[in-house]
């Protein structure tokens, strides 16, 4: 019986849990999730065709979903159930994330060159006027901004720009979309160290997480585990 990786519905057969992916989560699905629920819809024209009101009707429940997230949840935030997380990510990732000594949540003077024990940083002093919101960077924005988002709840990805795959940046970007709040969001940046510890650092408030090959599910293990829950004001 599969598990929603979304929602954590359980279902009978791959075909329920296909029909619910497109009918529940269609803004959220990775490519490979798009890639099977495509060709559950393409075995479904060539046996039983779908008809246009069965059509019109998964639209305006998507509709509806966009509405609600975006009016009822609030541009400040937002609650898992909204973007289809569960309250905890998978345990047998979250059993590899490094818990890492606060260095502090002092705010600095905007400017202000802040030298940071490791790099990338999971906590410490920070600018105190700005921060990076959600979205996938191509240029490494000011540490400094970065740790007061991590600090508003955000969960940082850093990637090395130079083994960055099509699949990973396209995954990454849909997270940045999805997660967007101002105190629960994704942000997905170059890492600034010329030889990287990995491919991939996942970063939150005094947590890291690395990888040398991007995994979907680890990230949503993650994010399911951290995000809006940084120390300035937790939504979740």
């Known amino acids: 019986m599969p598990d929603c990786d979304y929602c954590g519905a359980t279902f009978d057969g791959e075909d329920a849990y296909l029909d619910h992916l497109a009918a529940e989560h269609e803004g959220e699905l990775g490519s490979i999730d798009r890639r099977r629920v495509a060709d559950r819809n393409s075995d479904d024209a060539g046996g039983f065709p779908v008809g246009p009101a069965i059509l019109v009707g998964l639209l305006a429940l998507a509709g509806g979903l966009v509405v609600y997230v975006t009016f009822l949840m609030g541009g400040s935030g937002g609650t898992a159930a909204a973007s289809g997380l569960p309250d905890n990510g998978n345990q047998s ?15 600095r003077d905007q400017g202000t060159e802040i030298d940071y024990e490791r790099v990338p940083p999971t906590s410490g002093a920070h600018w105190g006027g700005t921060w990076e ?3 996938f960077y191509t240029e490494q924005p000011p540490l400094e901004s970065i740790v007061h988002s991590l600090e508003h709840g955000a969960v940082v990805v850093y990637y090395d720009p130079a083994a960055l795959t099509a699949e990973a940046e396209e995954s990454l970007r849909s997270w940045a979309t999805n997660q967007s709040g101002n105190w629960q969001s994704v942000i997905a940046v170059p890492n600034p160290n010329d030889e990287p510890e990995s491919t991939y650092v996942l970063t939150a408030w005094e947590k890291r997480l690395t990888m040398d090959e991007y995994d979907d599910s680890a990230v949503r293990a993650f994010v399911a585990e951290y995000v809006g829950r940084g120390p300035e004001n937790p939504v979740r």
């Open 93 to 107: 990732v979250i059993s590899q994330v490094q818990t890492e000594e606060s260095n502090g949540l002092d705010h």
């Open 133 to 135: 919101t959600a979205g």
